[in-house]
T-cell receptor, first 111, second 118 residues
């Protein structure tokens, strides 16, 4: 069974600070996605990374897929209160395997 | 707006009862996924359908069942409800099946149904 771990579990920072959250697995994934979820709402897809070593930027967010396609990171520059939410990574699909979601990193950006 | 719709938005029912949650995928998407999210918990994958057929099964209880109809909408049936079934239930859709073979498997989530069992 493929498992995804995310760290840290919780993160509380001040507006303007930078942060990095991580998504790790012992398994290789054909792709990895990042979602952001606000309380009571469905997750919203932020990005998909497919190629090992790939880096994608979305405004202040930078996503990286590990060379071995087992891990990924999300870096936020100059965090804003609007970045507050649960950040979920999801891996897959693998051959004969479905999507797997990590437990998430709950980010709180204080004004 | 993801294009995925779920009804009802809220549902309150008693233990032992049966409920049906409904999901309409994005136009053109063939896969529907169901997830359960309890308070402050992550997403637990329940089941996936692709073009009317069950494709993958996760941690779905025997009291729960789902189906996908010819028009591609899906229903999740929850029976003999227990207090612990109270949760947010999300539906997501994607174009592809999620298995290796190509196609876009990015998932788009609906707004969820909040089920409260009393």
């Amino acid at each position: 069974t493929q498992l995804l771990e995310q760290s840290p579990q919780f993160l509380s920072i001040q507006e303007g600070e930078n942060l990095t959250v991580y998504c790790n697995s012992s398994s290789v994934f054909s792709s990895l996605q990042w979602y952001r979820q606000e309380p009571g709402e469905g997750p919203v897809l932020l990005v998909t990374v497919v190629t090992g070593g790939e880096v994608k930027k979305l405004k202040r967010l930078t996503f990286q897929f590990g060379d071995a396609r087992k891990d990924s990171s999300l870096h936020i520059t100059a965090a804003q209160p609007g970045d507050t939410g649960l950040y979920l990574c999801a891996g897959g699909p693998g051959y004969g395997q479905n999507f797997v979601f990590g437990p998430g990193t709950r980010l709180s950006v204080l004004p | 707006d993801s294009g995925v719709t779920q009804t009802p938005k809220h549902l309150i029912t008693a233990t032992g009862q049966r409920v049906t949650l409904r999901c309409s995928p994005r136009s053109g998407d063939l896969s529907v996924y169901w997830y359960q999210q309890s308070l402050d918990q992550g997403l637990q994958f329940l089941i996936q359908y692709y073009n009317g057929e069950e494709r993958a099964k996760g941690n779905i209880l025997e009291r729960f069942s789902a189906q996908q109809f010819p028009d591609l909408h899906s229903e999740l049936n929850l029976s003999s409800l227990e207090l612990g079934d109270s949760a947010l239930y999300f539906c997501a859709s994607s174009l592809a099946s999620g298995l290796a073979g190509g196609g876009s498997y990015e998932q788009y989530f609906g707004p969820g149904t909040r089920l409260t069992v009393t």
